[in-house]
């Protein structure tokens, strides 16, 4: 019974924690629109020269490792400021998001970099760097 109900109490610990960040990260995003994946190309980076699907990528991998809704945040709001909430949600999901950039664009990503990665827009431009040149250029 004491390992049950410790087992309960830290699961309605965390409910409530996991509850309490969504809401706080639904108030940060509260009045932006939704964007799907076209829509957030064409607003932040329709002019930088990284491919459609590069962008697409990075947020699909950031929607699979983080359970909450992103599709209001923008492409510099920033991990390291308010925005860090996201990273309260599953504490392993900093990592888990590391290494689904690395699996999906079959790149290796050093630590000293990841630590960088304080937005969307530095994730997808640290993976876009980071693709061969042949596939760099195949998307020109």
């Known amino acids: 019974m ?3 109900a410790v087992l ?4 309605l610990l965390m409910s409530s924690i996991d509850r ?7 108030h940060l ?3 932006r629109p939704s964007l799907d994946d076209n829509a957030f190309y064409d607003l932040s980076f329709a002019d930088s020269g990284i491919p459609r699907d590069v962008v697409a990528g990075v947020r699909a991998i950031f929607r699979e490792n983080i359970p909450a809704d992103l599709s209001a945040l923008g492409a510099d709001d920033d991990f390291s400021g308010n925005f860090q909430v996201i990273w309260m949600l599953d504490s392993m999901s900093s990592v888990e998001v590391v290494v689904g950039l690395e699996k999906a664009f079959g790149i290796t990503i050093e630590d000293s970099e990841a630590e960088r990665v304080t937005s969307i827009r530095k994730a997808v431009e640290l993976v876009w760097s980071k693709l ?3 596939t760099r250029e195949q998307s020109a």
């Open 8 to 11: 309960l109490l830290s699961f």
């Open 29 to 31: 995003t509260r009045d």
């Open 20 to 26: 309490k960040t969504k809401r706080k990260l639904a």
């Open 2 to 4: 004491g390992l049950a």
């Open 132 to 134: 061969p040149t042949s």
